[in-house]
């Protein structure tokens, strides 16, 4: 256990979870009930997921770009034996903001559970057990060259940045989110502080065509913020008054985790979701003129 934790800055070196943590629940979009545990493991291994409830195929999934295997309001992962993990990026952005390079991460079920809809839970179950810090050096992908993805008005671009800072934009117009812009330098504390609560949000028009198309089953005013029009459909307050982008920064880092290194660089999101962040650390994959490998010990 570290005093200091949760760190105001990036931590340097390897970390795992001091002891076990374990959550349940329905996923958002298949609304099937799961058990998810994780617990600490060794240095250099990464954040390993595994289907607990799958007895025939490889039920390991290992994080890297390519893992992911659907991008449709949340991101999925899974293996070349077709195993899936429905909804990681919010568990995934409170390991990844959290610094826990390195955890076991048993679910037995399809999809993450929703808890609140944020990454409130986990990141708070993380503080509350602590980190344990490895003496191995975290190795980052040191962004040296700008990459960039566009489609159409949306667009991704990672430049050189001597920490982790993220920064996006997203427009709504005609209902109340509108146009929103937020910024952040990423370490545990500013994660816990300004991110880790914002609630996943989607518009009222959205819910029929989503159900229709096998999403959103888990959905519920308890997990999910619902706008209509220049009205929330919750009775609750908004816990920001820029929630709806700071719920966009909480994605982005968890599809950042799927780089599968920490990465040093500015990340910058205009009005772009999933499958454009996931582009991106394809396009940096194939370019290898872009990053470096980094310690900062
Ligand atoms: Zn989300």
Redesign the pocket.
């Known amino acids: 256990m570290n005093d200091q934790y949760p760190f105001s800055t990036l931590p340097v070196w390897q970390h795992t979870l001091a002891g076990p943590l374990s959550f349940e629940g329905v996923g958002l979009h298949l609304g099937v009930p799961a058990r998810l545990s994780l617990s600490g493991t060794a240095a250099n291994t990464g954040l390993v997921f595994r289907r607990t409830d799958v007895q025939d195929k490889n039920p390991l999934i290992t994080l890297y770009p390519g893992a992911v295997c659907q991008t449709r309001r949340?991101t999925s992962i899974g293996n070349v034996d077709g195993v899936t993990i429905a909804?990681a990026?919010?568990l995934l952005a409170a390991l990844y903001a959290c610094g826990v390079d390195n955890a076991c991460i048993d679910l037995h079920g399809p999809e993450i559970p929703a808890m609140d809809?944020s990454a409130l839970d986990f990141a708070r179950s993380i503080v509350r057990v602590g980190v344990q810090q490895q003496s191995s050096p975290r190795r980052f992908m040191e962004i040296i060259e700008p990459v960039e993805v566009l489609d159409d008005a949306k667009s991704v671009r990672l430049e050189p940045f001597g920490g982790l800072q993220i920064e996006a934009r997203i427009n709504y117009p005609k209902t109340l989110i509108g146009d929103q812009m937020y910024q952040i330098e990423v370490n545990p504390k500013g994660f816990m502080r300004e991110i880790a609560s914002a609630r996943?949000f989607v518009l009222a028009q959205e819910i029929s065509a989503l159900r229709e198309a096998d999403l959103a089953l888990g959905g519920s005013l308890d997990n999910c913020i619902v706008v209509d029009g220049m009205t929330l459909q919750n009775k609750t307050e908004l816990r920001f008054k820029d929630e709806f982008v700071r719920?966009k920064i909480?994605?982005i880092l968890?599809d950042l985790a799927l780089a599968g290194a920490p990465i040093l660089g500015r990340f910058i999101s205009d009005c772009a979701g999933h499958a454009l962040n996931n582009a991106l650390l394809q396009a940096m994959a194939r370019d290898r003129k872009k990053w470096r490998w980094t310690e900062l010990v």
Do not use: A, N, Q, W
């Open positions: 949340g909804t990026e919010h809809g996943t719920h909480l994605d968890g």
